[in-house]
């Protein structure tokens, strides 16, 4: 396999990641506001995604992969709100650990990266056509 295609199987691998990555995002996202139902009961905990490199043997180099996606443990904020339903003893709700404004910070990082390697995909199939064309 050539030095390009391996340059190309390696950026594909860093939109995958980075495509996931964008779910877990848009996830948390979406579930900002869901807290729970019943006094007690637990909002949506805030996904964490995590990435380690990897060694694809068949490239015979490193590239990326997510390694896991968790739950992030920080406490939930709370809100004081004794009408709603889930309202403990004291009038407080549970609410989501999820800032709005990182989420969509992490989302734009993401959306970065998979733009960065799109353009390495790009590049790597002009150069592999340039190369084809000085060979005729």
Do not use: C, W
């Amino acid at each position: 396999m050539d030095e390009l295609s391996k340059s190309q199987r390696i950026a594909v691998a860093g939109m995958k990641v980075q495509a996931e990555r964008l779910r877990v995002v848009a996830q948390n996202l979406a579930n900002a506001e869901s807290v729970g139902q019943r006094p007690g009961e637990q909002p949506y905990r805030r996904k964490l995604i995590t990435f380690e490199s990897a060694l694809d043997r068949e490239l015979g180099a490193e590239s990326v992969r997510v390694r896991r996606v968790k739950e992030d443990m920080t406490p939930f904020p709370k809100d004081l709100d004794p009408s709603h339903p889930a309202a403990d003893a004291d009038g407080y709700v549970m609410k989501p650990n999820v800032n709005p404004l990182i989420e969509i910070m992490d989302m734009q990082e993401a959306q970065r990266s998979y733009e960065a390697n799109m353009s390495t995909i790009s590049v790597a199939r002009e150069m592999s056509q340039r190369t084809l064309e000085l060979l005729r």
